[in-house]
């Protein structure tokens, strides 16, 4: 498989041998620093974050103490980074690794970062393997899922049909199911918070989560016996909430005068990518919009997700307009008639009708968090709160009634 392609070692520079993992130097890498240097670099090195974000992700699938995993295991790894594997792969997977068995626990940190290199080969046949820009990209993906690793083990369950009542979104981590709203954490270590999508953009059917159903799932709201949809039109943006926030219907907002609409606070993610449903995405907070809707306060916090390509240059609510032209005001029109589709009133706003920034909307968000906090510890008094063990982790199983709020 070695190539004679002494430029991918000039280009790389002295900087790329100098490759290690948390435990130190890999064997594998140091092979492959020597292959550089006698101008036989098989693959272009990975940088020491990314090789940290996948022994992270190794170590997670790890079930035993002498750090080796399985033909699964790694296929896992690949779905998780959005490259799922066929057949063929998978068999030629299987050969690479010299094992009959996907279960077989064999497959070391080393061998595995061999096989994955091989895969993203530089000089490698296109039709035949990944690109390495597609592999940047998914490494990116990967290690802003891995900044929370009990984000990265929640899946997304779907049950029933689209466009029935039936149909449901559930959440599980390793096979046991939680709620979006209240296990899911509201922040990560690194500061940004969890975006929990309902409405994928470009979308029009109201999926919401069910805060009077057991564990919450995401359903289709349903009103007079039919299910709604926005009948404005397609949503702009990925519209959903933040988990572990709750406006309260008792708490008379000053800056709109009017009570929290029972509802975890609404989330519009601005980036260009469709989020889909029940997908947990890491965001920043950029503003908010204090949105009055039939007498209830309805905030609704602008955010944009941590691997947008426009992240880095977006931080408080003045950059949203200067990267995004006109965004805010068409955000705030949407907002204002959509309602009228359907014959109803133009919706209002307080704060004088105007977004507020980063700052003030955190604010907001921590006043909905403590809310939440306090409305768990209400309802744990009264015996209504449900632990589900799962492994280490406690589940919450909490669902709001008519005397909740």
Same mark, same amino acid.
């Given at each position: 498989?070695?190539?004679?392609?002494?430029?991918?070692?000039?280009?790389?520079?002295?900087?790329?041998?100098?490759?290690?993992?948390?435990?130190?130097k890999? #064997?594998?890498?140091?092979?492959?620093?020597?292959?550089?240097?006698?101008?036989?670099?098989?693959?272009?090195?990975?940088?020491?974050?990314?090789?940290?974000?996948?022994k992270?992700?190794?170590?997670?699938?790890?079930?035993?103490?002498?750090?080796?995993?399985?033909?699964?295991? *790694?296929?896992?790894?690949?779905?998780?980074?959005?490259?799922?594997?066929?057949?063929?792969?998978?068999?030629?997977?299987?050969?690479?690794?010299?094992?009959?068995?996907?279960?077989?626990?064999?497959?070391?940190?080393?061998?595995?970062?061999?096989?994955?290199?091989?895969?993203?080969? *530089?000089?490698?046949?296109?039709?035949?393997?990944?690109?390495? +820009?597609?592999?940047?990209?998914?490494?990116? *993906?990967?290690?802003?899922?891995l900044?929370?690793?009990?984000?990265?083990?929640?899946?997304? =369950?779907?049950?029933?049909?689209?466009?029935?009542?039936?149909?449901?979104?559930?959440?599980?981590?390793?096979?046991?199911?939680?709620? #979006?709203?209240?296990?899911?954490?509201?922040?990560? #270590?690194?500061?940004?918070?969890?975006?929990?999508?309902?409405?994928?953009?470009?979308?029009?059917?109201k999926?919401?989560?069910?805060?009077?159903?057991?564990?919450? #799932?995401?359903?289709?709201?349903?009103?007079?016996?039919?299910?709604?949809?926005?009948?404005?039109?397609?949503?702009?943006f990925?519209?959903?909430?933040?988990p572990?926030?709750?406006?309260?219907?008792?708490?008379?907002?000053? +800056?709109?005068?009017?009570?929290?609409?029972?509802?975890?606070?609404?989330?519009?993610?601005?980036?260009?990518?469709?989020?889909?449903?029940?997908?947990?995405?890491? =965001?920043?907070?950029?503003?908010?919009?204090?949105?009055?809707?039939?007498?209830?306060?309805?905030?609704? =916090?602008?955010?944009?997700?941590?691997?947008?390509?426009?992240?880095?240059?977006?931080?408080?609510?003045?950059?949203?307009d200067?990267?995004?032209?006109?965004?805010?005001q068409?955000?705030?029109?949407?907002?204002?008639?959509?309602?009228?589709?359907?014959?109803?009133?133009?919706?209002?706003?307080?704060?004088?009708?105007?977004?507020?920034?980063?700052?003030?909307?955190?604010?907001?968000?921590?006043?909905?968090?403590?809310?939440?906090?306090k409305?768990?510890?209400t309802?744990?008094?009264?015996?209504?709160?449900?632990k589900?063990?799962?492994?280490?982790?406690?589940?919450?199983?909490?669902?709001?009634?008519?005397?909740?709020?």
């Open positions: 498989m070695a190539r004679q392609v002494s430029h991918v070692a000039k280009e790389l520079g002295p900087n790329a041998y100098e490759l290690s993992t948390p435990e130190g890999s #064997p594998l890498l140091r092979r492959t620093v020597l292959q550089a240097k006698t101008g036989q670099a098989v693959i272009v090195k990975d940088s020491p974050e990314a090789v940290k974000a996948m992270n992700v190794f170590m997670r699938l790890c079930t035993t103490t002498n750090e080796l995993i399985s033909v699964n295991d *790694v296929i896992k790894v690949h779905n998780l980074l959005g490259e799922p594997m066929d057949d063929e792969d998978e068999k030629k997977m299987m050969t690479f690794f010299d094992t009959p068995s996907k279960t077989k626990v064999c497959i070391s940190f080393d061998t595995f970062m061999g096989w994955w290199n091989e895969l993203h080969d *530089v000089g490698a046949d296109p039709d035949k393997y990944y690109s390495q +820009e597609r592999y940047r990209q998914r490494f990116k *993906v990967l290690q802003s899922r900044k929370e690793p009990t984000i990265a083990s929640i899946q997304s =369950v779907t049950e029933g049909e689209i466009g029935s009542r039936r149909f449901r979104v559930w959440f599980e981590s390793d096979g046991t199911r939680l709620s #979006p709203w209240h296990d899911i954490p509201l922040r990560n #270590p690194d500061g940004s918070y969890n975006f929990v999508c309902e409405i994928p953009k470009w979308t029009r059917k999926y919401e989560i069910a805060t009077g159903e057991t564990m919450n #799932p995401i359903k289709q709201d349903v009103k007079n016996g039919v299910l709604r949809d926005y009948k404005w039109g397609d949503m702009l990925n519209y959903g909430a933040f572990q926030t709750w406006e309260d219907p008792k708490h008379v907002s000053e +800056e709109t005068g009017f009570p929290g609409d029972n509802d975890p606070i609404d989330v519009i993610e601005l980036g260009t990518r469709q989020r889909p449903v029940g997908s947990i995405t890491r =965001v920043k907070i950029l503003g908010v919009i204090a949105m009055i809707d039939d007498d209830e306060t309805d905030w609704k =916090v602008l955010t944009i997700a941590m691997d947008d390509d426009r992240s880095q240059n977006v931080n408080d609510l003045n950059d949203i200067a990267h995004m032209p006109g965004c805010t068409a955000l705030t029109d949407w907002l204002r008639m959509y309602k009228t589709a359907e014959g109803k009133k133009e919706n209002k706003f307080g704060c004088g009708g105007k977004p507020q920034g980063a700052a003030f909307a955190r604010k907001v968000v921590d006043e909905c968090h403590a809310a939440w906090q409305l768990l510890t309802a744990d008094e009264k015996g209504k709160v449900k589900i063990a799962s492994g280490s982790n406690l589940y919450t199983e909490l669902a709001l009634g008519d005397d909740d709020d």
